[in-house]
């Protein structure tokens, strides 16, 4: 078991590691004078877990109530929050309920987006069942709904009172899904840390094979470099781009395939091979880093390359439309050397062309 405090002055609050979901309810009496709780999960999610801790929050003494979410990226929507809302009317909740915010990533935004603004704020606990939610979205407050128009287009940074993580839950995870958590765990050893990234190197089958205790270590290393950057940029005015490594060409994949062919972790892989390779162009970052980056990300059972079926110009095309665009330039997050990236919107569109070109060779 471990704890990572995530330093926010009064906005503080523990992520706590390798907690029993059947504790949670005792745990949960010690950081709240709530008496309901609403829980938000989906059918998948609910299948295996609700009952556990439905019945230790009740044990604990917590009104709980349920409210589920059918499973899926699309129903992170303003449409579900309005449902969750009206249930929030229906048990009428109060100022101290807590919402309890018990799946992946999706479910994760939705009831923290929901916790946010239903009576102007109620308390949430995260209990983030996937490896992405337990080392990246349950940590840092990013809550969010998407538009017809585009992913996270409405959201706020609102941040739990505590983030409760069980590892045992990610042993009914789909492989896939475990690999596209590797991903973010790469992105972090590349941005933040060479150690962690040369212990990513030793242990990644194990970590795939969800070693119990190389789990704990990844994903509290994780949640403690995460909190670090939040700690100092929780706003994301800066530092925090960085956590978007990898994002930049990701992100155009993924909208040129109408989210359909990459699953977000996929998506981001290429992006950081891009990434590497361009800062290799640019004279930033060494062919032998950039070398290992890729063996790793292969290693953990991820894409290195961009499928045929897309164009040069359509992927440069969409690269010039994201948001992340300043001014009218692309803004890259490079790595420098492993552990040390840098914020770049100074990268000729030559380079960037001739990456991509050689991600489909
Ligand atoms: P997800 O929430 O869709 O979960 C993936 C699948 O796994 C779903 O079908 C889900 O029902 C299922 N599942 C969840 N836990 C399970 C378990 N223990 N056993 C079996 N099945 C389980 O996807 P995700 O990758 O967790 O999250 C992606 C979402 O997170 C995206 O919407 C993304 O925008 C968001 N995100 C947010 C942040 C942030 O900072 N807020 C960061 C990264 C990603
Ligand atoms: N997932 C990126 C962030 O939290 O800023």
Redesign the pocket.
């Known amino acids: 078991m471990k704890t990572v405090k995530v330093g926010l002055r009064e906005k503080s609050y523990d992520i706590l590691i390798g907690y029993p979901l059947d504790e949670i309810g005792g745990i949960l009496k010690k950081h709240t004078k709530g008496i309901k709780s609403l829980i938000v999960t ?1 059918p ?2 609910a299948g ?1 877990y609700l009952e556990t801790v439905e019945r230790s929050l009740q044990k604990a003494g917590f009104q709980v109530f349920v409210a589920q979410v059918p ?1 899926g ?1 699309e129903h ?1 929507s303003q449409a579900e929050a309005s449902k969750l809302y009206a249930k929030c009317l229906e048990y009428r909740l109060e100022r101290e309920s807590i919402i309890v915010g018990l ?5 994760g ?1 939705l009831a923290g987006y929901v916790a946010a603004t239903f009576m102007r704020g109620l308390p949430i606990v995260q209990v983030p ?2 490896l ?2 337990q080392v ?2 349950s940590v ?1 407050g ?2 969010a709904v998407n538009l017809p128009e585009g ?2 287009l409405v959201g706020s940074f609102y941040q739990p009172f505590l983030v409760y993580i069980d590892l045992a ?2 042993k ?2 789909p492989v896939e ?1 475990i690999e ?1 958590g590797m991903a973010e765990v790469i992105k972090y050893g590349i941005i933040l840390d060479k150690k962690f990234l040369e212990y990513l190197e030793k242990k990644i089958e194990k970590l795939r094979e969800l070693d119990m205790q190389v789990l704990e270590r990844v994903v509290a290393r994780c949640c403690q470099l995460k909190a670090g950057v939040v700690k100092k940029d929780e706003r994301e005015k800066g530092l925090r781009a960085i956590l978007n490594f990898g994002h930049t060409l990701g992100h155009a994949l993924e909208a040129l395939t109408d989210y359909k062919k990459y699953k ?1 972790g996929e998506a981001v892989a290429i992006g950081m091979v891009g990434a590497c390779r361009i800062a290799e162009k640019m004279n930033m970052f060494k062919k032998e880093a950039r070398d290992r980056v890729e063996h790793l990300i292969e290693k953990a059972g991820l894409p290195a390359r961009i499928g045929a079926e897309l164009s040069v110009d359509s992927i440069v095309q969409v690269l010039s439309l994201d948001k992340k665009v300043r001014a009218g330039r692309v803004r890259f997050v490079l790595p420098e050397r492993m552990g040390k990236v840098v914020v770049r919107n100074d990268v000729p569109e030559d380079i960037v062309r001739d990456v991509v070109t050689g991600l489909m060779e």
Do not use: P
Request: no cysteine; proline share 0%.
């Open positions: 989906n998948t999610v295996y499973d990226e992170k799946g992946g990533g999706v479910i935004d069942t996937t992405v939610a990246d979205s840092g990013k809550v992913k996270n839950v990610l009914t995870l899904e596209v977000h």
